[in-house]
């Protein structure tokens, strides 16, 4: 009698251990941006002030895409993917990261391979 109530014991707290390891995954798993930063605000951001952008396509944990902006001076942004103003900027973000500029770089400081 005393055999089996400890292997119930270990078998319940074998199953609590279980359970909340996968809601603790489950946690983790969830969309990064609750709300997106309004249209009008989107189109005053400047690419100097963008540190890098991250694009996250829709999955099986979130049914949206979701795009996040980092400043220089460590803030984030959620914006609409869609907006056009976002997709001007990551244009730039992208062709100055191509060409291996600093955002704070003006002509005078920018070093070519030619130097």
Do not use: W, Y
């Amino acid at each position: 009698m005393n055999a089996i109530f400890t292997v119930s014991f270990f078998l319940l707290v074998a199953l609590a251990a279980l359970g909340t390891e996968s809601a603790t995954i489950s946690r983790n798993h969830r969309c990064k941006c609750i709300q997106n930063a309004p249209d009008n605000k989107c189109a005053t951001i400047k690419a100097k002030m963008v540190k890098r952008i991250e694009r996250f396509p829709a999955g099986p944990f979130c049914n949206k895409e979701e795009v996040i902006i980092h400043f220089q001076r460590g803030k984030t942004l959620c914006v609409d993917p869609t907006a056009k103003s976002i997709i001007k900027l990551e244009e730039i973000i992208r062709l100055r990261v191509a060409a291996n500029i600093s955002p704070t770089s003006t002509p005078e400081t920018m070093t070519t391979a030619d130097n």
